[in-house]
């Protein structure tokens, strides 16, 4: 069955002109069909992540340290959450047709932070932005990689060998441009969201395997060959590995493991029930790096303890399962795909900033949906909200294939 081609009014061109009408609507909602649960959801999570940084910065006021600003984040926050609205109003015909153009601007950012970007502890992934925060493209890249795969699988059914060669090739071009910032980490989050999207668009689950087995013998082959890495994440790799001996990870406190250590420390100090909110020993000293962004899961590990720990993992878990339940019941697959990378791309985040904090993956730079700081991050955050509840409750017609299924 040929699939009628519904893209050939509105071009998806620029020559044909920017619409606003065309590109954004409100009145098209279903707001009796939008996902308010999901919505709830993210705000109550975004709410306690307020909570957790207030009670940093009022730690570090107490001690006379000047590590986390509450007032720069509520900001951020601030500057950033009408993404939501926007997003939300965005056509999904729009963004579909122009689902190139998103692409190509996101790539045009990562080669510009390599000319124009501000280098920060050895990586250049930031551009300067007088707005309150800078951006950093490779945030923005896991957006345009969502939507340019949903717009290439839209039609492409993964059924010939020659169907890959586009969404690998859709993805392998910001993962190496993030990868050359450096910053493997972000780059490597990429890896599950694409999978996760090839997978929603009918791919086999024994070739992705497949995949993964060939990604992870390369990973060992250049770990082990030290092939096109830097010497700090090699010594990453290695404090990592030789972290599951808890004797080789308290004699490297004081240098390589310090991070992970400490991390580890606060995690285990929260016990059943938790020191209480600003009351963990990562808060009073200040000593656990990144506390306010990478290693934020800690803090909350250390302060609600295992149970509040257990509940907030399962209010992320509920919303993401919400989403991708919401995200297989839309007939358009164009709206489908993107909704169930969005979904992913929460999933994705949530897995390896708790992976890194308990030790089971490398540690690596990756912050907390709605809980850490970060301008570009709450940015990517709210639109991929936003964006996921507008594919939902849109109410536009399709007449590719899938709409007719039942």
Partial sequence: MKEPNDDRQGGGTLSAGFHPGRAFSLRDVRWFELDWHVLALALGLLLLGLAFVRAMADADLAAGRSGVSFAKHFQKVALTIPAIVVALAVRPRWLRRHAWLVYGLCVALLVAVMFVGGSRNGSQRWIPLPIGFDL??????????????????????????????????????PIGLVALQPDLGTALSLVPITLGMLFVAGARASILLRFVLGAAIVGVCVWQFQIGVHDYQLQRIQ?????????????????????????RVAIGNGGLLGQGIGAGV?????????????????????????????????????????????????????????????????????????????????????????????????????????????????????????????
């Avoid at 490779?138 to 990689?145: I, Q, R, T």
């Avoid at 404090?239 to 991070?259: M, S």
């Avoid at 803090?299 to 907030?312: C, I, M, N, S």
């Fill in 282 to 406: 990562a808060n009073q000293t200040g000593y656990l790096p990144e506390r306010d962004c990478d290693s934020i899961f800690a803090v909350v590990a250390e302060e609600l303890g295992l149970l509040g720990t257990l509940g907030v993992l399962a209010a992320y878990g509920v919303m993401i399962a919400l989403m991708m339940g919401s995200a297989s019941a839309i007939r358009d697959r164009f709206s489908r795909l993107a909704a169930g990378g969005i979904a992913f791309y929460f999933a994705a985040q949530l897995f390896i900033n708790v992976a890194v904090n308990l030790g089971l993956v490398p540690m690596t730079g990756i912050t907390l949906p709605l809980f850490s700081t970060g301008g570009s991050s709450m940015l990517v955050t709210f639109l991929a909200l936003g964006l996921f509840l507008g594919l939902s409750s849109h109410h536009e017609p399709s007449l590719d294939r899938d709409s007719f299924r039942t």
């Fill in 136 to 173: 950093q493209p490779s945030e923005l890249a896991k957006l345009g990689v969502i939507v340019a795969l949903a717009r290439v699988l839209y039609r492409n059914r993964l059924e010939r060998a020659k169907d890959w060669a586009p969404p690998i090739g859709i993805a392998l071009l």
């Fill in 239 to 263: 404090t990592w590995v030789e972290g599951f001996r808890a004797q080789d990870l308290i004699h490297a406190r004081g240098g390589p493991a310090f991070h992970s250590y400490h991390a």
